[in-house]
């Protein structure tokens, strides 16, 4: 008897362009969201997003509550809690990078609440998805949360964000090949659930964007075009999975070891598209795609060795040696790798000297 079945939740508008910022009531009003809204955003965000926001909801004399948050954190989601049920609103939307939309969509899980992503950094697919990360104890990787009932992203501000912001969008993209290889392993090893729409989704993302490499500029506003469409389809990706193994493998497990163990030394991004170099070497050897992964990620300006990212060589190797044990997802990093090795797949994809 067949007895499969999926629940998928994506966005139902989704707005991307020169100046959409200004269409952000439309929105609101062609999903039929009524009420107060509350934004959550962070300090840069607020000025260059969120402010215009609230003037434009004021000329419909709708005044929104807002929340503005400096750090991601669990206090910082029951914050947004205790205000949306002391200001009595009906929905958020979450204006920003990944700390005010994560926020935003965690307190909107919890509150049953609509949730809409307005962001200002093309920075990673956390700001279309339907997962949160908040560092959580020894955790250091997303949770399902509430997804966007709509994404407004205006290229103009995407464009006008640091250009860092942009390239780790980008090498969150990339690091999709090496995430749907240790997916398809899983799957092959440990019977992990798998769909092949989504990882054929998740791979194809990453392939136009890097045939699309040259398009990618500082100040270019296409190039906040590519990269936003492309984390959309990330986040459809995602969703359509029902987690976030499309775009989320070895790589990521890197990434979030490197979170613990050198806070705030690079983003998100940069990690994992450097843990995706070393992953793809160990997938496939010589003769496989980590030549390719690092020249991408060299041709839009992101770090490929651990000086670039900031990080000593040490920390390197102590993340790559003990990241398998941050979350019960099976990689190509099996049960851990010994120091030996991790110094070696590190020297010879040249990310350590
Ligand atoms: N949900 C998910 O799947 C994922 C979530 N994450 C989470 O996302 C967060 C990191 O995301 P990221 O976007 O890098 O972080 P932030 O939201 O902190 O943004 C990074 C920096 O860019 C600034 N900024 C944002 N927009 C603009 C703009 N338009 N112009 C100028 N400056 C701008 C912010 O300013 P200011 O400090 O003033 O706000 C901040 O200093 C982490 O909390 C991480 O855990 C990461 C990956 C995946
Ligand atoms: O960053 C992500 C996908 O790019 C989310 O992945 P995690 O579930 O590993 O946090
Ligand atoms: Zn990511």
Redesign the pocket.
């Known amino acids: 008897m067949f007895e499969k079945s999926a629940w998928i939740r994506l966005p139902r508008n989704v707005v991307v362009g020169h100046g959409v910022i200004d269409q952000v009531v439309d929105v609101i009003d062609d999903l039929h969201l009524h009420g107060r809204p509350l934004f959550v955003t962070?300090?840069?965000?607020r000025k260059?997003?969120a402010e215009p926001i609230v003037a434009a909801f004021e000329a419909t004399s709708v005044d929104p509550a807002v929340v503005t948050i400096?750090k991601?954190t669990f206090d910082a989601v029951e914050r947004v809690i205790e205000t949306a049920n002391a200001e009595d609103v009906s929905y958020l939307v979450g204006i920003?990078?990944?700390?005010?939309?994560?926020i935003a969509k965690m307190a909107s899980y919890h509150l049953e609440m609509g949730f809409c992503s307005v962001p200002?950094?093309a920075?990673?697919?956390?700001?279309v998805?339907n997962?949160?990360?908040?560092?959580d104890g020894d955790t250091r990787h997303?949770v399902a949360?509430e997804p966007p009932l709509a994404v407004i992203a205006d290229t103009e501000?995407?464009a006008?964000?640091?250009w860092e912001?942009t390239t780790?969008g980008c090498a969150?993209i990339i690091s999709n090949y090496t995430a749907v290889m240790d997916w398809r392993l899983a799957h092959r090893l440990k019977n992990v659930e798998y769909s092949e729409y989504a990882a054929a989704l998740a791979e194809m993302t990453a392939e136009i964007l890097v045939d699309n490499a040259d398009l990618i500029r500082p100040g270019l506003e296409e190039s906040s075009w590519v990269v936003t469409k492309a984390l959309m389809s990330s986040g459809v990706a995602m969703s359509i999975a029902g987690s976030?193994r499309p775009a989320s493998g070895a790589e990521h497990l890197f990434s979030h070891q490197l979170?613990r163990l050198a806070p705030g030394a690079a983003?998100?991004g940069h990690q994992v598209g450097v843990g995706s170099i070393m992953t793809a070497y160990l997938h496939g050897g010589e003769r496989g795609i980590w030549q390719d992964i690092r020249n991408a990620l060299a041709s839009i300006d992101a770090p490929t060795t651990a000086d670039g990212l900031g990080i000593d060589d040490k920390t390197v190797i102590e993340s790559l040696t003990t990241c398998h044990e941050i979350r019960d997802r099976y990689t190509i990093l099996g049960d851990g790798m010994d120091e030996r090795a991790a110094r070696e797949v590190a020297t010879k994809t040249g990310v350590i000297s």
Do not use: M, N, Q, Y
Not at 42 to 45: F, G
Not at 96 to 102: L, R
Not at 123 to 127: L, T
Not at 131 to 135: D, F, H, I, L, T
């Open positions: 962070s300090p840069t965000p260059v997003a400096e991601a920003g990078g990944g700390k005010a939309i994560d200002t950094a920075s990673h697919d956390g700001i998805s997962r949160g990360s908040v560092p997303s949360a501000i995407l006008d964000a640091p912001l780790a969150d976030s979170d983003l998100h």
